[in-house]
């Protein structure tokens, strides 16, 4: 004979989850198999099985729903991590694309600047001047 609390602490749920059961939904099947001393309810051997089997059908769903709740945590961790990195990659095109416009207006003032003097455009690009001011296009 066991105790409520024995059993429970067997399957790892409450106390209060076996009572339910033992008065609730498994109170036709155990009934054969309680006995009450002191107040403190005790069940034989066969009762205990029953109640483990009960748990035991319970214990599968809650696995599934766990198992699927880890799943699906794990997706959302990933899926968090992946957005994280994204906004990280935005904030870096965001500061490129800034930093190109700024280039794209010197260079564009530098171009009317240029129209204004009548000089060839290219002459005020500071990367390099024509090969004919170089004395490489008098073949």
């Not at 749920?13 to 033992?22: F, M």
Request: net charge neutral; charged share 30%.
């Amino acid at each position: 004979m066991k105790r409520i609390k024995q059993i429970a602490d067997g399957l790892g749920v409450t106390n209060q989850a076996v009572y339910k059961r033992v008065v609730g939904s498994l109170k036709n099947d155990v009934a054969p198999y309680v006995q009450t001393f002191d107040g403190c309810i005790m069940l034989s051997e066969q009762g205990e099985e029953i109640v483990i089997k009960a748990f035991a059908k319970r214990g599968a769903h809650t696995e599934t729903h766990t198992e699927a709740h880890t799943v699906y945590s794990g997706v959302h961790t990933s899926l968090q991590y992946i957005i994280h990195k994204q906004e990280q990659q935005i904030e870096e095109l965001k500061h490129d694309v800034a930093r190109l416009q700024e280039r794209n207006d010197i260079l564009f003032a530098e171009l009317l600047a240029a129209m204004k003097k009548k000089e060839p455009w290219y002459k005020r690009l500071p990367f390099g001047r024509r090969e004919e001011e170089h004395g490489q296009g008098d073949a």
